[in-house]
Structure formats: structure tokens, C-alpha cells
């Protein structure tokens, strides 16, 4: 579920009203018995470790239940049932006060569970008649975010890779649609790269990334792949939840390939833009991998002249001035113009950074000029010498 977006604060909003209606603090999970939210209206010896049962404790401090509180809980019937079901105390399972689960449905189809510890003389049926109402209303919710996380995949890829005009408003129009409300919230768009695999089913599902709505593979290169993800924010401002799926989709892909880095394209509210977030993104997955310093997680506002260098064609973007100087044979006398450009042509900078003699640094930049036929002095032949070294890590 998105932890960090504005679905999260609606579960929540949601819960703390069954939380005033019945009294008592609720908690809500998925079908799966995760915990989505727990209510904050609690009394003041709920947090007393004597009030909370272990398998509650358990709920919320590690945000799910074992298979066999799940197996006990479900043999009461609730994924059946259509109305609050009471469960007793059973101190030999680890439950040691009552329950009331209020099944949270949609459509039929039983969706999570609202919880709440059942204390005498309990919550009258007027009051349990508008808990439902509520869960209810939290189970639209959860149909709402597993048909977008479950359809986005074909209409996000669409809008990355069609071809602009009509075929690129077509796409946006169609992930318009799919997403509904969400369509008109401020989004980014996040690239991982290389990614591993080009196994749609190897890619993780949307619904375990914060504020995820959408992920698809993408080409990289010629051979690679990489992938894109959508995700919504509150504000420009702030990009915890994509910078939170960047480092947990890192974390996915493994080491074992080789580095993998993300990028982070600046936030768009409008959907029509995405395909240029991509673009940004991709390229400051590029940066990240060429410029270890700027990664592993690079912002396309963060990546400086890197912003121009990965714009080019591939083909242009090395001038044969440098030919020489970038051969394996000069790799040194590369780095070491490449950081003096770096510290703005400073040669005490320079030498302490690269600990070398000042007459050493002034030995390496002459044999520099002579294999590129630049003039150091020169403020032109410098930006050239600098956005070549530049482009050349790309």
C-alpha cells in the first residue's frame, strides 16, 4: 500500500472514523492480513504493553500477521461473511481480549478487515450499521488502488514510447482514464537501470512500492532493459516516496549484474508531460551510473551539465580533440584534467585532491595540450576539453 501518499492518509481518515463511531481503536489490513492503518483514537492505556495482546502487538509493530493467526482468524468464517463477526478470547492462541472484524467488501469479493478489540457491553448494532458503511466505503478504496495497480502497466508503457502526436494522446488519454481521480495529482517518473530482467513477472508489484501507480520494463541501450515507475507525490518539493521506491527497486535488482542506479525526473501534474519526466529520468539514471559521486539515486535538477551531455546523439557527442587524450594509454592524464577542470582551473585544489605535486599537476596539463591542441588558458578550449571528459563518461 502507498505509504507515503495521499491514499495512506485516506485509509487512515477512514479508520479514525470507525475508530470514534464504535469507541474502541480499530486497525485495518488487506486480505492478505497486512496492516494498512490503525486508529488513532485510542484510550490511555492502549499503549499499556498489558492492554495489547500478543498477536495485536504483533500487527502493529511489524505490519502483519503469521499464517497461523491468519488460518485461526479465517476459521471463525469472515472472509465469508457480510456482517461484523465477534470473535472470544483465546488466551491458548495468543488472543487474549475479543475481537470484532468488520469484513471489508466490494462488489462480493472480500477485500481486508477492520479490527477492533471487543469490550462489554460493546458497540450497539446502530453503531456497528454505520461502521459498515464506512468499511464499505474503505473497500471501494482498495478495489480502486488494485484495479490501477493491476491495469497501469500497458497504458504507462504507452505514454513512455509512443510516438508524439496522436499516438502519444491516444496513450494519454487512455492512462488518463485508468487512473481516475489520481489522473489530476502531481506525479514523477522513476528509472532503474539496468534492470536484470525483461520478464514482466520478474518486476515487482506496483502495490509494494510506496505511492507506486504504475511500473513497466522499458528498453535500455541496445540489449538492456530498465524500468519505469510512476509515482505520485504531494508536493514538488518533497520526493521521499520516489526516492524510497528508487532505493527499494535498487535493492530488488541485486548487485550481481553489476551497479545499478535510478533517476528521478522532475514532477509533472500534467499526464502529457510524463513522457518528458522520462526522458529526465532516464538521463539521470545515465549520470548516476557514469558519476558515481552523483548517485546512486540521481534527480534530474541535481545533475548540473549532464542535463545538456545526455540530450546529444551518441555519435556527437565525443569531438575528435580528444581522441588521443581519452585512449587507455593517457587514462591519468584524463582524470587529472578532468579534476582541474572540476576545481575551476584551481592548482592548489587540483593537486591536493589528487595528492601530487604542484609541478607534477603542471607536467600532466602541458602533456594534456599537446595531445589535444587546447589552450588551458582559454576559456573556450577548457568548456570544450571539460564537456568532452564529461560526455565521455556517458
Not at 522513476?190 to 520478464?199: E, G, K, L
Not at 525526473?265 to 539521470?284: K, M, N, Q, V, Y
Request: contains cysteine.
Amino acid at each position: 500500500m502507498r505509504e507515503n501518499g495521499g491514499v495512506k492518509g485516506d485509509y487512515q481518515e477512514l479508520v479514525d472514523e470507525i475508530s470514534a463511531l464504535l469507541g474502541a481503536p480499530a486497525t485495518l489490513e488487506n486480505r492478505d492480513f497486512r496492516l494498512i492503518a490503525f486508529g488513532q483514537q485510542v484510550s490511555a492505556d492502549e499503549y499499556d504493553e498489558a492492554a495489547l495482546d500478543p498477536v495485536r502487538t504483533r500487527s502493529i509493530l511489524t505490519r502483519s500477521s503469521t499464517p497461523a493467526v491468519r488460518a485461526w482468524f479465517e476459521g471463525f468464517g469472515i472472509a465469508r461473511a457480510t456482517e461484523p463477526v465477534r470473535i472470544p478470547a483465546t488466551p491458548e492462541a495468543g488472543v487474549y481480549r475479543g475481537r470484532i472484524c468488520l469484513p471489508v467488501r466490494h462488489r462480493g469479493f472480500v477485500l481486508g478487515y477492520v479490527w477492533l478489540l471487543d469490550d462489554e457491553p460493546g458497540p450497539a448494532q446502530e453503531q456497528l450499521d454505520a461502521a459498515m458503511e464506512v468499511a464499505g466505503r474503505i473497500g471501494a478504496l482498495l478495489a480502486d488502488e488494485a484495479q490501477a495497480g493491476a491495469d497501469l502497466t500497458r497504458e504507462f508503457h504507452s505514454v513512455l514510447t509512443a510516438e508524439r502526436g496522436w499516438q502519444r494522446d491516444m496513450a494519454v488519454a487512455a492512462l488518463r482514464t485508468a487512473l481516475g481521480t489520481r489522473a489530476d495529482g502531481l506525479h514523477a517518473v522513476v528509472c532503474v537501470a539496468p534492470w536484470p530482467s525483461a520478464d514482466p513477472d520478474d518486476a515487482p508489484s506496483v502495490r509494494t512500492l510506496p505511492a507506486a501507480d504504475a511500473l513497466c520494463t522499458v528498453p535500455w541501450g541496445t540489449t538492456g532493459q530498465c524500468l519505469a515507475l510512476l509515482v505520485r507525490l504531494r508536493s514538488s518539493e518533497v520526493l521521499t516516496p520516489a526516492l524510497t521506491a528508487a532505493e527499494k527497486l535498487r535493492s530488488r535488482a541485486g548487485a550481481g549484474a553489476g551497479p545499478v542506479a535510478a533517476g528521478i525526473g522532475a514532477p509533472r501534474t500534467d499526464l502529457a508531460e510524463l513522457a518528458t519526466s522520462w526522458h529526465e529520468a532516464r538521463a539521470a539514471a545515465r549520470t548516476a551510473l557514469a558519476n558515481p559521486r552523483l548517485g546512486p539515486d540521481a534527480q534530474w535538477s541535481a545533475i548540473g551539465p549532464y542535463r545538456l551531455l545526455t540530450a546529444l546523439p551518441a555519435d556527437s557527442a565525443h569531438d575528435p580533440t580528444l581522441t588521443a587524450l581519452l585512449s587507455p594509454a593517457h587514462r591519468q592524464l584524463a582524470h587529472t584534467a578532468e579534476v582541474f577542470l572540476d576545481c575551476a582551473g584551481q592548482a592548489g585544489r587540483t593537486a591536493a585532491a589528487l595528492g601530487i605535486h604542484r609541478q607534477t599537476l603542471y607536467y600532466r596539463l602541458s602533456r594534456v595540450e599537446q595531445l589535444t591542441g587546447l589552450d588551458l588558458d582559454e576559456g573556450e578550449d577548457r568548456l570544450l576539453l571539460h564537456m568532452g571528459l564529461k560526455a565521455a563518461r556517458l
